[in-house]
């Protein structure tokens, strides 16, 4: 059997929308001719609780759940999330990283401290980090609500699929009257991650 | 057919539409709920919520005896309340095939308790197939209806967290073209399961069994994979993917069907195995049957009996490898418990009945999160509709000058799912306790589905909305009160008085949930926090609200709102001495 499977996992906070981008992630791969299963849990932790969809895609995809340390790319909507998930992360692996934090519920009331210095933590973890100023970028496509679109575009850069395709996902899944904004939004998140050239 | 990504539910759902479901009954349960949320899409099919497991599934029945196929579903603790029918329709049979799927949720990532499913099957007498992924949900489901057709015998479906909500490639087909007429049949020897003619049944479902089982051996959903080497596998369900991605190399016995298990066709791949591990999540329930038949297995000794079979575990637990990650942390990160929204109308009673002192039996909801610091106002939690009847027992048990602390406490949805009954103890019994309904027209914590106080069903049509006032009134209540949770010194006053009343009294917190689309609340402008005026008392913090944080950073720390979070539901401003909050208008 081959090996090629690739894991995803997105990390973040219940009330993001990440089981929505680890949905136009999935059916992106769908359409790139990829196996694709994905995980993850509904219920209880949507309400502000920390939340991760597993993303696995490869020609023959068996769990459906990425096992510690074997991530190869950690896609951190929230910092917090982001530092707390790294263990899933194998050696070597990608990080993206949106520049948010979100306070959990201890850190609000005052029981609890937010680590400090953050990104610098998880930048000694994983040098090479990819951060992303996602609210600063989506407020600019006009809609704060498209974070996620920004983030997607800045993973895009990760992933060998077509510009194409990713487009033609966004347009199927995303409502007709926001789709322009969600395009625009993943646009600049592409740009973001300047090293990507940008025919592909 | 295109395939498509689709989540179990979604393809079991699928699955039913194209076995010719005619009806459909549900309670909500985790993660159970989105196979009835999206049959209700396909046309054919007449899918609504019941107000408990018990019901959904006599619905069921009903339609069977009518002679259609019917799908019920409800999550693994469902089953515990819709067991009565079950173990009796087991000997009735069916007219059109009558599947229950029922979705285990090991880890408890949603759930009061991990029992395994699989054990109804057995105990009931009824076959059970188990899916290992999206497509053999909807290709499962669908033969599960034939199944219950040809063996006369209702059929359960198990899934679990994973296979409900993970999402995999599914190849939709065309649904089955003809079906059996329906109409009204009377068959007494085999639909009055008095005790003459249940007497006659019973020997049928022992033969039942035993032609089943038989059968399955030749079945392909019951499939060996031949590897190389002497190490074979027994597994099922999401099992199978961790064991086939952990023993690439391993003989493989993938059981689609796990109960009754095909004897012959597991003596013979024993006999091909010098070591054979069974590799199941949850209970040795396959092990124990092997086990039984003389066969010598690897199973529980080895593999977790408690919480989910992750990969890591499994790989652990075979060969003792720990995972190979980059980065481990050595401080300990704050934790992100779940919270209730900004603006849930439970918060107000949780913060009454913290200040009151109340004792509180609770009961399962989202306001099971009054239980977390800092509203950290929930006694005890059992299963849905212990929150009442809990308090009778209780205070006949406490001293006198200790009774009046017991509150019992339940959301709409669960007072109608059978805390009525607990109720209706209390109310006969001459019980004294003071009963909070949290009443926010929906079931929220599922997601927020239609129940017969919200005057809507599952497919969005309207229906008469159960009056809880009335109702209790009707039931014989004398002292019954409606408050508005927004309103702080009205909870307070009013459940204040209730708790010191030597009688019993309901009180109805009646708001809907700030996410309701349907009745939920006019947006309200979000309310700030003027700094000057902030004396850092931290009162407001104990709403726990996610709205508010405490700034540490500054030099003189002080509260904060944020205000794409803040609903205005004004709770803050209330308990605020200082008059330090007001509505931020710009
Ligand atoms: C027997 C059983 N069925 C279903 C569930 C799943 N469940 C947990 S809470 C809940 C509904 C709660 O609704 P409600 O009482 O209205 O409270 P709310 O969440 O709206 O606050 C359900 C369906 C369960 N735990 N047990």
Same mark, same amino acid.
């Given at each position: 059997m081959t090996n090629d499977v690739r894991n995803i996992l997105l990390a973040g906070v219940g009330g993001q929308g990440i089981l929505l981008a680890s949905e136009l992630l999935a059916e992106v791969l769908l359409l790139a001719g990829y196996d694709v299963k994905k995980s993850e849990i509904h219920g209880m932790s949507q309400r502000g609780g920390s939340v991760t969809s597993h993303v696995r895609y490869g020609s023959n995809v068996l769990s459906p759940l990425i096992k510690q340390g074997d991530a190869d790319i950690l896609f951190g909507f929230e910092l917090l999330e982001t530092y707390r998930y790294l263990p899933m992360l194998r050696r070597g692996g990608d990080v993206f990283a949106n520049n948010q934090s979100i306070l959990p519920a201890p850190v609000a009331i005052?029981?609890?401290?937010?680590?400090?210095?953050?990104?610098?933590?998880?930048?000694?973890?994983?040098?090479?980090?990819?951060? %992303?100023?996602?609210?600063?970028?989506?407020?600019?496509?006009?809609?704060?609500?498209? %974070?996620?679109? %920004?983030?997607?575009?800045?993973?895009?850069?990760?992933?060998?699929?077509p510009h194409t395709l990713w487009n033609e996902t966004i347009t199927e899944k995303v409502p007709q009257q926001l789709l322009q904004e969600n395009q625009f939004a993943f646009q600049l998140g592409r740009n973001s991650q300047a090293m990507t050239p940008e025919t592909i | 057919?295109?395939?498509?990504?689709?989540?179990?539910?979604?393809?079991?759902?699928?699955?039913?539409?194209?076995?010719?479901?005619?009806?459909?009954?549900?309670?909500?349960?985790?993660?159970?709920?989105?196979?009835?949320?999206?049959?209700?899409?396909?046309?054919?099919?007449?899918? *609504?919520?019941?107000?408990?497991?018990?019901?959904?599934?006599?619905?069921?029945?009903?339609?069977?005896?009518?002679?259609?196929?019917?799908?019920?579903?409800?999550?693994?603790?469902?089953?515990?309340?819709?067991?009565?029918?079950?173990?009796?329709?087991?000997?009735?049979?069916?007219?059109?095939?009558?599947?229950?799927?029922?979705?285990?949720?090991?880890?408890?990532?949603?759930?009061?308790?991990?029992?395994?499913?699989?054990?109804?099957?057995?105990?009931?007498?009824?076959?059970?197939?188990?899916?290992?992924?999206?497509?053999?949900?909807?290709?499962?489901?669908?033969?599960?209806?034939?199944?219950?057709?040809?063996?006369?015998?209702?059929?359960?479906?198990?899934?679990?967290?994973?296979? *409900?909500?993970?999402?995999?490639?599914?190849?939709?087909?065309?649904?089955?073209?003809?079906?059996?007429?329906?109409?009204?049949?009377?068959?007494?020897?085999?639909?009055?399961?008095?005790?003459?003619?249940?007497?006659?049944?019973?020997?049928?479902?022992?033969?039942?069994?035993?032609?089943?089982?038989?059968?399955?051996?030749?079945?392909?959903?019951?499939?060996?994979?031949?590897?190389?080497?002497?190490?074979?596998?027994?597994?099922?369900?999401i099992a199978y993917q961790y064991a086939r991605q952990a023993l690439p190399q391993a003989h493989i016995l993938k059981l689609g069907m796990v109960y009754p298990l095909p004897k012959q066709l597991i003596l013979d791949f024993a006999a091909r195995c010098d070591t054979l591990y069974v590799i199941e999540e949850l209970d040795p329930f396959i092990e124990e049957q092997i086990r039984a038949m003389g066969i010598r297995v690897i199973g529980k000794e080895l593999i977790p009996i408690c919480g989910e079979l992750t990969p890591e575990r499994l790989e652990t637990a075979l060969f003792g490898t720990k995972p190979d990650a980059a980065v481990i942390h050595s401080e300990s990160l704050p934790g992100r418990p779940p919270n209730m929204c900004a603006g849930c109308s439970h918060r107000g009673v949780f913060l009454t009945l913290k200040r009151l002192g109340a004792y509180v039996t609770g009961d399962i909801g989202c306001y099971t999160l009054g239980f977390l610091p800092p509203l950290s106002a929930m006694d005890t939690c059992v299963c849905m509709g212990a929150g009442i009847s809990n308090a009778t027992g209780l205070i006949k048990a406490v001293p006198e000058q200790e009774r009046h602390k017991v509150v019992g406490v339940m959301g709409d949805s669960t007072f109608l799912h059978t805390g009525i009954n607990s109720l209706i103890d209390m109310i006969y019994n001459g019980g004294r306790g003071t009963v909070i309904l949290l009443d926010n027209r929906i079931t929220a914590m599922t997601g927020r589905q239609e129940n017969p106080g919200s005057?809507?069903?599952?497919?969005?049509?309207?229906?008469?909305?159960?009056?809880?006032?009335?109702?209790?009134?009707?039931?014989?209540?004398?002292?019954?009160?409606?408050?508005?949770?927004?309103?702080?010194?009205?909870?307070?006053?009013?459940?204040?008085?209730?708790?010191?009343?030597?009688?019993?009294?309901?009180?109805?917190?009646?708001?809907?949930?700030?996410?309701?689309?349907?009745?939920?609340?006019?947006?309200?402008?979000?309310?700030?926090?003027?700094?000057?005026?902030?004396?850092?008392?931290?009162?407001?913090?104990?709403?726990g609200c996610p709205a508010l944080t405490w700034q540490q950073e500054h030099n003189t720390p002080k509260a904060h709102i944020d205000p794409q979070l803040c609903s205005g539901c004004k709770l803050c401003q209330q308990l605020c001495k200082f008059t330090a909050i007001e509505v931020h208008n710009d």
């Open positions: 005052g029981t609890a401290e937010y680590p400090h210095e953050i990104q610098n933590k998880i930048r000694h973890a994983c040098p090479d980090t990819h951060f %992303v100023d996602g609210l600063t970028l989506a407020c600019q496509s006009g809609h704060p609500r498209t %974070v996620n679109m %920004v983030l997607l575009g800045a993973l895009s850069t990760a992933l060998n699929i | 057919m295109a395939k498509r990504l689709m989540s179990g539910n979604a393809a079991i759902a699928r699955g039913a539409y194209e076995a010719g479901v005619k009806v459909a009954s549900a309670y909500p349960g985790t993660p159970s709920t989105e196979i009835l949320e999206n049959l209700i899409n396909y046309l054919a099919v007449d899918a *609504s919520w019941a107000p408990n497991e018990k019901v959904a599934l006599e619905v069921g029945i009903g339609a069977s005896f009518g002679g259609v196929r019917a799908l019920v579903t409800m999550k693994h603790v469902g089953v515990n309340v819709a067991a009565d029918p079950l173990f009796t329709l087991s000997y009735i049979g069916v007219r059109g095939g009558l599947v229950l799927a029922c979705a285990d949720d090991p880890e408890m990532h949603s759930s009061q308790n991990e029992q395994d499913s699989r054990n109804y099957a057995k105990f009931a007498k009824v076959p059970m197939f188990e899916p290992a992924d999206s497509e053999e949900a909807r290709a499962f489901t669908r033969l599960a209806f034939d199944v219950s057709e040809q063996f006369d015998t209702p059929v359960m479906l198990r899934s679990n967290t994973r296979i *409900s909500h993970g999402k995999s490639i599914v190849n939709p087909q065309e649904p089955v073209a003809e079906l059996p007429q329906a109409g009204l049949v009377r068959d007494p020897a085999k639909m009055v399961m008095l005790p003459a003619n249940a007497r006659n049944r019973h020997p049928l479902v022992e033969q039942r069994i035993v032609d089943l089982e038989a059968w399955a051996c030749e079945q392909p959903f019951n499939r060996v994979e031949t590897g190389s080497g002497k190490v074979g596998v027994i597994t099922a369900g005057g809507y069903t599952l497919a969005g049509i309207e229906s008469p909305p159960i009056d809880l006032q009335a109702l209790c009134r009707v039931l014989g209540v004398k002292h019954v009160q409606m408050i508005d949770p927004y309103d702080l010194t009205q909870t307070e006053q009013v459940v204040q008085q209730e708790m010191a009343r030597p009688e019993l009294s309901v009180v109805i917190a009646k708001r809907p949930c700030i996410l309701d689309r349907r009745h939920g609340p006019e947006p309200a402008p979000p309310l700030k926090v003027i700094e000057e005026q902030c004396s850092a008392c931290k009162i407001c913090m104990k709403l």
